[in-house]
């Protein structure tokens, strides 16, 4: 019993501090944007070229670049361990009650893709204007794994919080 009460003290621990996180995110873009002085970013981005990266970090200028690797290592370190205990908990609490095996390390790979496009991002920017090419080619594929992946968790979150309902229903039917 003490076990049930602790698991239901952690959902809600992580759906708090996911939902504080949301709510959060808008201020963070709005900072990002006062000190970039544009909208664009790589991370909000699903797919980009090695062109379309140089091309934002020329229009950021130094100091914006400057404030997006900031950013990148202070709140972005912190959102992807937020957005991955909160899929990751729930996932894993309803695909064992539906009794589904390890489908909750999904968004633990988005994680993994979020910080390699992150590091990707911070040595473009902090070696602008030289290029590396190898890293700008690569990280818009971490770009766009994170969001495939991040996607998946949600759509696997949603199905299973239809399909633990449904089992709860026509069990108390039969």
């Known amino acids: 019993m003490k076990s049930e009460k ?28 006062e000190k970039t002085g544009i909208s664009e970013a790589p991370d909000t981005s699903f797919f980009y070229k090695s062109d379309d990266l140089y ?4 229009r950021y ?24 205990a909160f899929l990751t ?3 894993w609490k309803l695909s ?7 489908i909750y390390y999904v968004p633990m790979i988005a994680m ?3 910080y390699l496009e992150n ?9 602008y204007p030289n290029k590396i090419e190898i890293i700008a080619s690569i990280t818009p594929w971490m770009s ?24 709860i229903i026509s069990k108390r039917l039969v």
Do not use: C, H
């Not at 698991?7 to 873009?29: D, E, G, H, Q, Y």
């Not at 091309?55 to 020329?58: K, L, M």
């Open 61 to 84: 200028g130094e100091s914006g670049r400057q404030t997006y690797v900031f950013m990148r290592w202070t709140f972005d370190l912190l959102w992807p361990i937020v957005y991955t």
């Open 6 to 33: 602790q698991t239901i003290f952690l959902l809600i621990a992580v759906t708090l501090l996911f939902f504080v996180f949301i709510l959060i995110l808008p201020k963070i873009s709005e900072y990002t944007f």
């Open 144 to 167: 766009m794994l994170k969001w495939t992946i991040l996607s998946g968790s949600f759509i696997i979150l949603i199905v299973l919080l239809i399909a633990a309902p449904i089992k």
């Open 119 to 127: 590091i990707g991002t911070t040595i473009v920017f902090q070696n």
């Open 55 to 58: 091309n934002i970090a020329e």
């Open 112 to 114: 993994m893709f979020d």
């Open 96 to 102: 064992n009650y539906l009794k589904i095996k390890k």
């Open 89 to 91: 908990a729930w996932i």
